[in-house]
């Protein structure tokens, strides 16, 4: 695949990514929107769904990585390293405008919004604790890409597609069995991106956009990503 197909691949799949995975907990939380409170159930199959859609529209331009981490942890598999900054540009292009379009299309929400919005666009820890929060990442991430390098060994599930909805499935188990304690980014870019966007957004009473915990959905999952390269290169190689 050409360099241009990577890039905007992994584009237009990230923004996708964020725009239904984003527009899921804007839907949940924001007031006067038909899906208010719809709960937890709602946001994990959301984020699978998004998974869904994101990856299959990608896939035929740059393989759908669509995370740092799936990324990171394919280079650790193959040895390759030679791609990873450019993906990793069209996924933090790609996060960034997702995470826009949501705010574009819940508007009239925002603008009548009377509480902190963080939590539609980045992840945040029910009980901060950064060496609990980092581990839950790393945990999480790990079941992701350990599952996504395995489905290599079954090349039928590649020629089937088959691969993509076990990888959505896998997002929405993953929310609900391990996205509890910190809200499961497992994606870099998924939370950092999006939480620029908050900060600098015109959102009313948007609140703070939390800096301070911001390094661990990005150091978490690319730690989580390393171990299941590791694992991969050890275990199944």
Not at 53 to 73: K, Q, R, W
Not at 94 to 99: D, K, P, Q, T
Not at 226 to 233: D, F, K, Q, T
Request: include cysteine.
């Amino acid at each position: 695949m050409s360099d241009s197909h990577i890039f905007f691949g992994e584009v237009i799949g990230t923004a996708l990514l964020i725009l239904l995975g984003g527009g899921v907990c804007a839907a949940v939380t924001l007031k006067r929107s038909k899906a208010e409170g719809a709960g937890w159930l709602a946001i994990t199959f959301g984020w699978g769904f998004a998974v869904l859609v994101a990856a299959y529209t990608s896939a035929s331009l740059s393989g759908a990585h669509l995370n740092p981490a799936v990324t990171i942890s394919i280079a650790v598999k193959t040895g390759d390293w030679s791609h990873v900054p450019l993906y990793l540009a069209g996924q933090f292009v790609g996060a960034a405008l997702g995470a826009l379009l949501v705010w574009l299309t819940y508007l009239g929400q925002f603008n009548q919004n009377d509480e902190p919005t963080l939590g539609i666009f980045a992840t945040g820890p029910e009980i901060r604790n950064p060496v609990q929060n980092l581990i839950t990442e790393a945990i999480g991430t790990t079941v992701l890409c350990l599952l996504i390098l395995t489905q290599g060994l079954n090349k039928e599930l590649g020629l089937s597609g088959m691969g993509i909805l076990i990888t959505a499935l896998t997002v929405v188990g993953i929310g609900l069995s391990l996205g509890g304690p910190t809200g499961y980014a497992i994606n870099p870019f998924r939370d950092l991106a999006p939480r620029l966007v908050h900060s600098l957004l015109p959102i009313p009473k948007k609140g703070e956009s939390d800096w301070g915990y911001a390094w661990i959905p990005v150091v978490g999952p690319i730690v989580g990503a390393l171990i299941a390269g590791g694992i991969y290169n050890a275990a199944f190689a």
